[in-house]
């Protein structure tokens, strides 16, 4: 079948869905799309969600994927509010409510959903969760002056969530089980920047401490620690992490693991399927192995190769990892993977605010996390890509350009 004639289907009206929509027809792909997905709204840019969002400095037309009439104009069929209850492999159909809806060309961009807490008071008024817009929608009139956020979880977006609640007038604090925050996902180096960092501008930063209860008369006050210390606040916010959506393609039988399993073009184990985004599991491409890489750069980057493939064009040049974060006038930029590696460079001082993290193997950096450092994160990125091999004494030295830092 002439790929121009491919009926595609994308379940997941988030960003990756609606980017691989927009793709397809940048890439002159005419065939009929039809996106469904199961928000009311239509595709829109979740990182504001736990920053510009909760300032209120950003709105629901800013955060919008496309202009309201793109898709219309498009030709893409955009079904909110809908749920994809199964997909029929053998019939290439997907289920909808009453409705079978045919596909030539499937794409799964279902996300992720957050993790749950098992605990007694979880279901208490005012514990909540930030991964959707009406998610964040919940939060925001709950932030301010005299209110007090507790954070169940010290990882980005519980700490981009503290930074906001606290540049609003209110108060927060965030409760690590792990000896540090972003135990998972940074280096220590920029982990204890970040602590201090935090509390420097008023968070309160709890380590190595356990929640095991909240408490309230229908509504959280209250957090109960395991060595039995107990944090009021007005609001929970329960950031433990997130899982990859793969029921469907568990129940259609595709290939899973923490993520549907895909290649180098976002092509699952059936060859009229493909997954983007934070559902998908993807190779490690120059680190090995395979990742679940939870960032809008990987899901655009898979949106890209998806669409590429559909529309018969080729492949794109594949792009290194990055991920970044705004906390308070920090923003950090990150690329790369701290995957075997065999040590740390600090370029800079960290309390100027200013500096980067390099992870090396040998003389080929692997990783870099710069914070309010442009130049460190785009020239570390580029030299990761190229593997360029670096002189780590210059690396080091923050008066030596990184244009100079090369072997």
């Known amino acids: 079948m002439e790929s121009h004639t491919l009926r595609v289907v994308i379940i997941g009206a988030g960003h990756a869905g609606g980017s691989v929509a927009g793709f397809l027809r940048q890439y002159g792909f005419q065939g009929p799309i039809t996106l469904i997905g199961d928000e009311p709204i239509a595709p829109y840019q979740r990182p504001p969600l736990s920053k510009a969002w909760l300032k209120g400095e950003a709105d629901?037309?800013?955060?919008?994927?496309?202009?309201?009439?793109?898709?219309?104009?498009?030709?893409?069929?955009l079904r909110v509010a809908r749920s994809v209850t199964a997909i029929d492999r053998t019939t290439r159909t997907v289920v909808t409510g009453r409705e079978s809806v045919p596909y030539d060309a499937l794409v799964i961009a279902t996300g992720?959903?957050?993790?749950?807490?098992?605990?007694?008071?979880?279901?208490?008024?005012?514990?909540?969760?930030?991964?959707?817009?009406?998610?964040?929608?919940?939060?925001?009139?709950?932030?301010?002056?005299?209110?007090?956020?507790?954070?169940?979880?010290?990882?980005?977006?519980?700490?981009?969530?503290?930074?906001?609640?606290?540049?609003?007038?209110?108060?927060?604090?965030?409760?690590?089980?792990?000896?540090?925050?972003?135990?998972?996902?940074?280096?220590?180096?920029?982990?204890?920047?970040?602590?201090?960092?935090?509390?420097?501008?008023?968070?309160?930063?709890?380590?190595?401490?356990?929640?095991t209860r909240l408490e309230g008369d229908g509504s959280v006050a209250t957090v109960v620690l395991a060595d039995g210390q107990r944090v009021a606040c007005d609001t929970v916010l329960v950031g433990v992490g997130a899982i990859a959506n793969t029921d469907l393609a568990e129940a259609?039988?595709?290939?899973?693991?923490?993520?549907?399993?895909?290649?180098?073009?976002?092509?699952?184990?059936?060859?009229?399927?493909?997954?983007?985004?934070?559902?998908?599991?993807?190779?490690?491409?120059?680190?090995?192995?395979?990742?679940r890489f939870e960032s809008v750069p990987n899901a655009l980057e898979q949106a890209k190769q998806a669409a590429a493939a559909i529309a018969g064009r080729d492949q794109p040049p594949t792009e290194v990892p990055w991920f970044w974060s705004d906390q308070f006038d920090l923003k950090?930029?990150?690329?790369?993977?701290?995957?075997?590696?065999?040590?740390?460079?600090?370029?800079?001082?960290?309390?100027?605010?200013?500096?980067a993290v390099f992870h090396l193997k040998g003389e080929l950096i692997r990783c870099v996390e710069a914070v309010?450092?442009?130049?460190?994160?785009?020239?570390?990125?580029?030299?990761?890509?190229?593997?360029?091999?670096?002189?780590?004494?210059?690396?080091?030295?923050?008066?030596?350009?990184?244009?100079?830092?090369?072997?």
């Open 60 to 77: 629901a037309d800013s955060l919008q994927l496309k202009e309201p009439d793109w898709w219309a104009d498009n030709g893409c069929d």
């Open 112 to 211: 992720a959903r957050a993790r749950r807490i098992d605990m007694a008071g979880a279901d208490l008024d005012g514990v909540l969760f930030l991964r959707t817009a009406a998610d964040a929608e919940a939060l925001k009139p709950r932030l301010g002056p005299g209110r007090r956020l507790a954070v169940i979880g010290g990882g980005y977006v519980g700490l981009e969530a503290a930074a906001s609640a606290t540049a609003m007038g209110g108060s927060a604090v965030v409760l690590e089980r792990e000896p540090r925050v972003l135990a998972r996902v940074a280096s220590e180096p920029l982990s204890d920047f970040y602590q201090a960092a935090h509390r420097r501008r008023g968070v309160e930063i709890l380590t190595r401490t356990s929640v």
């Open 252 to 291: 259609a039988g595709l290939d899973c693991r923490d993520g549907v399993i895909v290649d180098a073009a976002a092509r699952a184990s059936d060859p009229s399927i493909w997954a983007v985004g934070d559902v998908t599991r993807r190779p490690g491409g120059l680190f090995g192995g395979d990742i």
């Open 332 to 355: 950090l930029q990150m690329a790369g993977l701290a995957r075997d590696t065999d040590r740390l460079i600090v370029r800079g001082d960290p309390d100027s605010e200013r500096f």
């Open 372 to 407: 309010n450092a442009p130049p460190e994160f785009m020239a570390g990125r580029l030299l990761i890509g190229k593997q360029t091999p670096v002189d780590a004494t210059r690396l080091a030295d923050p008066a030596v350009s990184m244009k100079a830092v090369t072997l």
